[in-house]
């Protein structure tokens, strides 16, 4: 087991014999099938479905769930697979963490025993392919209360109206978690939509500057038909919702080390190769500040992150402390990868140099899962008791 230069303190030592051959086996696929074809893509805007059962076939969307998991692993482990996805490329990490995440993750947590039983095995092996539809085109950071999409009971099914906007995967996906207000008791709840339901459609959101290989779609729902089986069972409030947030929001700081790491690396091996004024420019001062800086945002974002997920596994991890990982590892991933750019001079804004796309993706993991303000606000009523978000 090799420790990577950008985990200096060897965080990947806290894992077990059995969660290292894991790692190594992921990151032996990505280097060897992913890393060379994940800038054409971004390029043209198209994502790599061919990834998708090989991922599988490595546990991706598998590990964190009870009817699924290949050995019992823990929290750690599994944010460092987010970490080792994102270090490669944002849109792949972006992509398991909608699969797995939040489709495997919002039935997992809201669904029925009978709910799980079906659906899970049949996520986590890639025969389908999940979303998940919170946002909508007028209600973003305040869907805990502005979400518009309705769900009218009918007998025993419910009639869900609606639009929904920036879905991940939802342009290839086979079913969608929509969440919706019941307009009888006006709380949010959740329902597995499959996409060949008449009335719902989905088409892709063009001109993306961030994650260009992840597709993201506008979705209308148009009298859309559901039976009542497919209603979360365990999903009566937004609550219930922001439970499935807490645990993804987690990932997501994990994913944003893995970029600052990605892009730590890269410019690494740049400032060794490059020369200017008769040496490689890593052997000027100014430069070894930037590469000591970008490290020191990593390692003590590990730190946090590490520290989170362990949470998470003794049952302490609270929405606060999630929302603190989030909104700190993001903001250090957007400075370190600024300044990771910036050592690769002219050649830092061109794709051919993958700094490029670790620099413009992490625009997206910067805004998504909740903003910064968002993430911060739940920490600041934490601290405060105070609500500050209306
Ligand atoms: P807005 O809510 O309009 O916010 C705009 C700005 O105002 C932000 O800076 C925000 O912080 C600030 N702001 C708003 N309210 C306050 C306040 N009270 N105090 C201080 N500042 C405030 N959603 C899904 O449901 N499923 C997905 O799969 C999904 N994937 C995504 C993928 C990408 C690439 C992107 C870009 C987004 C995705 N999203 C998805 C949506 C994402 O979660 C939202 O973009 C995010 O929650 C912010 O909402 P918004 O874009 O509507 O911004």
């Not at 090799?2 to 030592?13: G, K, V």
């Not at 869907?143 to 518009?148: K, M």
């Not at 410019?267 to 890593?282: L, N, T």
Request: aromatic share 10%; hydrophobic share 40%.
């Amino acid at each position: 087991f090799e420790p990577l230069i950008s985990d200096f303190y060897n965080y990947e030592s806290l894992l077990s014999e059995q969660e290292k051959e894991a790692i190594m086996a992921l990151r032996n696929y990505l280097d060897s099938e992913v890393r060379p074809i994940v800038g054409g893509y971004w390029n043209r805007a198209e994502f790599p479905t061919e990834i998708v059962r090989p991922l599988a076939e490595l546990g991706q969307f598998s590990y964190a769930w009870d009817e699924t998991r290949p050995f019992e692993n823990s929290a750690v482990f599994r944010g460092f697979l987010a970490f080792e996805l994102a270090r490669v490329d944002a849109s792949v990490a972006t992509f398991v963490g909608v699969q797995n995440g939040l489709s495997c993750g919002s039935i997992s947590v809201c669904g029925s025993p009978e709910q799980r039983a079906e659906w899970l095995p049949r996520l986590a092996s890639g025969e389908i392919i999940g979303s998940f539809g919170l946002t909508e085109p007028q209600s973003g950071s305040d869907s805990a209360q502005g979400l518009r999409t309705t769900a009218r009971r009918d007998g025993d099914n419910w009639v869900l109206n609606g639009a929904k906007r920036w879905i991940g995967n939802a342009t290839f996906a086979d079913i969608t978690v929509i969440w919706a207000k019941d307009v009888a008791d006006n709380q949010v709840k959740g329902f597995i939509v499959p996409t060949s339901t008449p009335g719902y459609t989905a088409s892709k959101i063009e001109g993306k500057v961030s994650l260009r290989a992840v597709q993201n779609a506008d979705i209308t729902l148009e009298d859309v038909v559901v039976p009542e089986s497919l209603r979360l069972a365990n999903a009566n409030s937004f609550k219930d919702t922001a439970s499935v947030l807490r645990l993804t929001r987690a990932e997501v700081a994990w994913a944003a080390v893995g970029v600052a790491a990605g892009a730590y690396e890269a410019a690494v091996a740049y400032s060794k190769e490059r020369m200017q004024f008769g040496k490689p420019i890593g052997a000027h001062q100014l430069v070894q500040d930037m590469l000591a800086k970008s490290l020191g945002n990593i390692t003590a974002s590990l730190g946090m992150v590490v520290r989170v997920s362990e949470m998470l596994d003794r049952g302490e991890q609270r929405d606060e402390h999630s929302a603190l990982a989030k909104a700190f590892t993001t903001a250090r991933m957007r400075e370190t990868v600024a300044w990771c750019r910036e050592l690769f001079g002219g050649n830092g804004i061109v794709i051919d140099y993958d700094i490029a796309r670790f620099f413009a993706d992490a625009e997206a993991l910067y805004s998504y899962e909740g903003t910064r303000e968002m993430n911060t606000l739940i920490v600041g009523r934490s601290i405060t008791g105070q609500a500050a978000f209306v």
